[in-house]
């Protein structure tokens, strides 16, 4: 009995994909227009634009007069990361010194 074959990106949601190269663009070139959005990411001007209105609508995206940019849920939630990460290296930091003292 033959196996079936699950290609690697089987379970990868396209539309996700395609909303990551998006912010990836943002990052990269903000303040970015939709034109230029499309023709980077290499998306249709609608497909962008509805990824675009949907990341604005939750905060991760601002729409301003010079074009997209991160919006503030981007920036309080890499905010976040952030300090978990110091309190990360904090603790390992303490961990160390308490092995070195044994």
Do not use: W
Not at 5 to 27: F, G, W
Not at 62 to 81: L, P
């Amino acid at each position: 009995m033959a196996q079936k074959v699950i290609q690697k990106d089987a379970y990868e949601l396209q539309l996700l994909k395609d909303s990551c190269r998006v912010l990836k663009e943002i990052a990269a070139t903000a303040p970015a227009n939709l034109s230029r959005l499309a023709k980077t990411t290499g998306l249709t001007t609608n497909k962008t634009f509805r990824i675009l209105t949907t990341l604005v609508h939750t905060g991760f995206v601002d729409k301003r007069e010079d074009g997209y940019c991160f919006g503030h849920d981007m920036a309080v939630n890499y905010a976040r990361y952030i300090h978990r990460l110091q309190n990360t290296h904090q603790e390992i930091g303490q961990k160390l010194t308490e092995l070195k003292e044994l």
